[in-house]
């Protein structure tokens, strides 16, 4: 037996498709959170609903690194079409868990690894008369050989149980059963504990396990949103279906059996964000879900969304393009898309949430953002952060928080104005104007919105002067953006560094156990996590003051760095790409690789 | 450069309920062409309006882009107007009503913006009865770029350029018949007297009302030869059935003891006296309204007023089961759960 790894492996599930392995994964993940370990689970999934093999990936760090790691410790490959692919994935000493009941093919056996093989199938017949219900319990069984073999405590385990069936207490006995069945198993069998093992801590604190989009969703329930509108695809589905779930529990309203929201699955993403558009042009707040091919859909609408200055929020959770690439997995390479969706001198501005906790607060202050510049906010998440679950503080909401409604002009002030009121106007200075909503006053206010130039007082125009200040003024808005958006998050190590690391989204935790990992080797790197487009001064001032600036990102054509060069002038030359775009989250090793070889 | 009416007016026109004359519901001046059609259907929809007692700013005119699209400018200047993407008004004011149910919605496209870019989200707001008035100002041609046929025209139909439209023509109200649309009609930007009645029921009308509306292009679609020509309509034109609209807050004092008129009640009381001419149609019943426009178009006639209705269906708020009060007048008090629930969803995630 090799050295002891107490709460640091890293250990993949190998399984069908839709064949309920995804409840069983998600206990044993559970189980090790609930011990006060952190772990991430990441999910490697097809396209496809049934059949086609899918993993999931678990990894335990006792020092609370949340991002993945390379090397499998541990594989429980129970999907035979897959396992030539799986026992090699297996590091040197690492362990193969397989379902004995048929012998291995002798062209599976490593001379490097360890196998431990139990009958799943055979135990689970044995035991189980229902198909559907052998099919499952194969599934827990293994769970159950699983705490034995690293230790997890069974009471743990069973309390989950127990949560998970409130209310179908009948299923919890033969789940338990299941248990037994693996952990008796490996007792009878088997040397055990392994040296791989969980132990209990308490390094949790009162941090939640939750999946970004579900962060999103209520984010969006918290921010105020009435109207949904949207268009299914992988992976900003649930994004909808969660603020349905979420929408049952806390959007009743008080007559009986009616509901403070409206959610539409329209007939594609163009009307989508149409009605997204009509919704927030009317005073709702409104919101759509989308990825990638969704998003250029779009681009028409958002090109009239930023002219015309009608508040929206949008959430692309990205996916591997482009068309439809590897629609299960994930990138973000949406960046430049979003940036400059549609034609004409457009932007938008953009949230990088990293983390679920993010994913809430993003959305929520979305709804604010886009009513106070009245302009599109698409939150950037991608499928990593949205379909998977995620270690993260727990969502905090303050109850003297007020939503902005940004410049509205109410049925007083236009009652009382005493300057004439001019829906494109700069009153201020910071490029906003003042807007109405349909039927706030009977004879003041009212207007014609459109996409074609206008000026000052909405009324059409095709002078070129008044089309020119109108597109000055929006850049000027554009640069209030700035003093509005999230802050980075900035760290300087001791004595400051001339090499610097930009990252946003979920290349974070990847990003800062990589910082790590080079510090220990005397490499000393600042780091930026950035939270939003536009860039602010706090941006700016750490590009300028760092000689070399590493650019990590999951895409290939590094489109963050593009978009630092076009909008900063950065000089490209000091700027190193990292990069990654495999349709799997970046890990640490990769990163610190990339950097220990380029500094 | 705007547009902007002349103010004068003969001291004595009339006044509504809500003390208005009729120009008050008048827009910033048309810059169509003199003769367009589409500026007649802005004449009628102001003076529909006017004799509905409509208070202005409690319509949203919502269009696409053409110079159909162009005239919510030309009419009701107090009003909202949202002038918004080729071919998706529908979408639009889709998200506009779910935003506020209590305004009157008032669609405006083109055959261009209808019948081929935005097919889909036709067909889409109609399956939805979304509480709307869509009206189609019907050119069969693309008039903002320069005369192009559209799906509208007909096989057969030769446009200013000379070219014979070869292919079928798509039959707007045929189709919104077909789809589930509760009110279907069919008009003629010259005729006024019928126009104006049809736009009263029609956004009286709950659910979804569809107008479709021949309105002649003079520049690029006027000619000998084009099936969509003043001269052609007047010379084609077939009425099902005149009517009046009578308010819940009217009696019916007219007398229409002839017994060929019907009387329609409508979701609110309102009622609608139509009188059929001589036709064996009935107006409440759908297949018997797609075979009357179907043996119209075969014999080359354009069946004119009221094709269908449905009076009482569920609009697109009572199949969301959206609350009475309009979701843009709701507040954090209803719309935010608060942080003792937020704890409680967190709890449950540890
Ligand atoms: C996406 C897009 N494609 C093309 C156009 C150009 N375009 C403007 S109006 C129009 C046709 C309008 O025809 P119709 O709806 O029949 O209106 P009409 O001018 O005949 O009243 C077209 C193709 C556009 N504005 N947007
Ligand atoms: S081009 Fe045709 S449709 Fe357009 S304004 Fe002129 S007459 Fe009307
Ligand atoms: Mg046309």
């Known amino acids: 037996m090799s050295e002891l790894k107490i709460n640091d492996f890293v250990i993949r599930f190998a399984n069908v498709n839709g064949t309920g392995s995804a409840s069983a994964n998600a206990l044993f993940t559970k189980a090790i959170f609930k011990m006060g370990v952190p772990a991430t689970p990441k999910n490697i999934f097809p396209s496809n609903i049934q059949g086609l093999p899918t993993w999931y990936e678990v990894r335990i760090s006792e020092k609370g690194y949340l991002g993945r790691r390379e090397g499998i410790d541990f594989i429980v490959s129970v999907n035979p079409q897959s396992m030539a692919r799986d026992v090699k994935s297996v590091r040197k000493g690492g362990y193969f868990l397989y379902d004995s009941t048929k012998p291995l093919y002798p062209d599976l056996i490593r001379d490097d690894i360890n196998y431990i093989g139990i009958p799943l199938m055979q135990l689970s017949n044995e035991n189980y008369t229902d198909p559907r219900q052998r099919q499952l319990f194969k599934n827990i069984i293994y769970v159950g050989a699983l705490a034995a073999l690293f230790e997890i405590e069974f009471e743990v385990l069973e309390s989950l149980l127990a949560v998970q069936f409130k209310g179908k207490e009948k299923l919890i006995e033969p789940n338990i059963k299941a248990l037994k069945l693996g952990v008796d198993y490996v007792r009878e069998n088997f040397e055990y504990p392994l040296e791989l093992r969980v132990e209990r801590r308490d390094l949790i604190g009162d941090r939640i396990m939750m999946d970004g989009n579900s962060a999103c969703a209520l984010g969006a329930i918290y921010g105020g949103a009435t109207v949904a509108a949207w268009y299914p695809i992988t992976p900003s589905t649930s994004v909808v279906d969660a603020f349905t779930k979420y929408a049952q529990k806390l959007r009743a309203c008080s007559e009986g059996g009616k509901w403070n929201v409206a959610i539409v699955q329209a007939e594609d993403e163009l009307a989508a964000i149409g009605m997204v558009i009509g919704a927030n042009w009317n005073g709702a707040r409104s919101f759509t879900a989308t990825s990638g091919p969704g998003l250029s859909l779009m681009n028409e609408f958002l090109g009239l969304a930023y002219f015309a200055e009608i508040p929206c929020v949008l959430i692309d959770v990205q996916r591997t393009g482009p068309s439809t690439g590897m629609p299960t997995r994930t990138q973000q390479s949406d960046i430049l898309e979003a940036a400059y969706a549609a034609h004409g001198d457009t932007k938008h501005v953009l949230l990088f949430p990293a983390g679920p906790r993010e994913c809430f607060e993003m959305t929520a202050a979305a709804f604010d953002l886009a009513e106070r510049l009245q302009t599109p906010v698409i939150v950037m998440t991608d499928l990593d952060l949205g379909m998977n679950e995620h270690i993260t503080m727990p969502l905090k909401w303050d109850d003297n928080r007020r939503y902005d409604r940004g410049k509205v002009m109410s049925r007083e002030q236009l009652e009382t104005a005493t300057a004439r009121w001019g829906r494109y106007l700069d009153v201020d200075g910071d490029g906003i104007p003042y807007r109405t909503i349909p039927a706030t006053h009977p004879t003041k206010g009212g207007f014609v919105t459109r996409g074609s130039s206008r000026d000052e007082y909405a009324a059409y125009t095709e002078d070129s002067a008044a089309y020119q200040r109108n597109m000055e003024r929006l850049l000027k808005k554009f640069e209030t953006a700035e003093t509005l958006v999230p802050e980075p998050e900035i760290t300087i190590v001791e004595g400051g560094s001339k090499i610097g690391a930009i990252y946003f989204g979920t290349s974070r935790y990847a990003a800062e156990e990589a910082a790590e990992m080079l510090a220990a080797e005397g490499v000393k790197l600042d780091t930026i996590c950035v939270k939003a487009f536009p860039f602010g001064k706090s941006f700016r001032d750490f590009v300028d003051s760092h000689e070399k600036i590493f650019v990590i990102e999951q895409n290939r054509d590094a489109q963050f760095k593009s978009l630092m060069t076009i909008e900063l002038g950065t000089d490209p030359g000091k700027l190193v790409s990292v990069l990654n775009y495999d349709g799997m989250p970046i890990t640490a090793d990769f990163i610190y690789k990339e950097i220990k070889s380029g500094q | ?350």
């Open chain 2, 1 to 350: 450069m705007s547009y902007v009416r002349s103010k004068f007016r003969h001291p004595h026109l009339p006044k509504n309920d809500l003390g208005y004359t009729v120009d008050y519901y008048e827009g910033s001046l048309s810059t169509l062409c003199a003769g367009c059609g589409h500026d007649s259907i802005s004449a009628a929809v102001a003076q529909a309006c006017f004799e509905l007692n409509i208070e202005p700013h409690k319509v949203a005119k919502m269009s696409g882009i053409g110079c159909s699209s162009k005239t919510p400018a030309y009419f009701l200047e107090h009003s909202h107007g949202f002038n918004s993407v080729h071919g998706r008004m529908p979408s639009v004011a889709t998200g506009a009503n779910l935003a506020n149910r209590d305004l009157i919605y008032l669609g405006v496209s083109g055959d261009g913006d209808t019948a081929s870019i935005g097919m889909g989200q036709f067909v889409h707001v109609i399956r939805r009865n979304l509480n709307m008035l869509y009206i189609v100002m019907n050119n069969g041609c693309y008039g903002l770029t320069k005369g192009q046929d559209s799906a509208t025209a007909d096989a057969g139909s030769i446009n200013k350029s000379g070219h014979i439209n070869p292919f079928e023509s798509i039959d707007l109200a045929s189709l919104a018949i077909e789809l589930g649309a509760t009110f279907v009609a069919q008009s003629f930007s010259g005729d006024k007297d019928q126009l104006v009645p049809l736009i009263k029921v029609a956004m009286a009308h709950r659910g979804f009302a569809f107008l479709n509306v021949v309105s002649p292009c003079v520049t690029f679609n006027n000619n000998v030869g084009s099936t969509k020509s003043y001269d052609y309509v007047r010379n084609h034109m077939e009425m099902t059935s005149t009517m009046d609209f009578v308010p819940i807050s009217r009696e019916i004092t007219a007398d229409y003891a002839e017994g060929s008129a019907q009387l329609v009640t409508m979701h609110d009381g309102s009622q609608i006296c139509l009188r059929k001419l001589d036709h064996d149609w009935d107006p409440l019943n759908r297949i018997s309204a797609i075979n009357a426009v179907q043996i119209a178009r075969s014999k080359g006639e354009v069946l004119t007023g009221l094709l269908y209705m449905e009076a009482a269906s569920p609009d697109l708020h009572d199949y969301l089961k959206t609350c009475d009060a309009p979701l843009n007048s709701l507040t954090e008090k209803e719309l935010c759960p608060g942080s003792a629930m937020l704890d409680e969803i967190c709890n449950g995630l540890r």
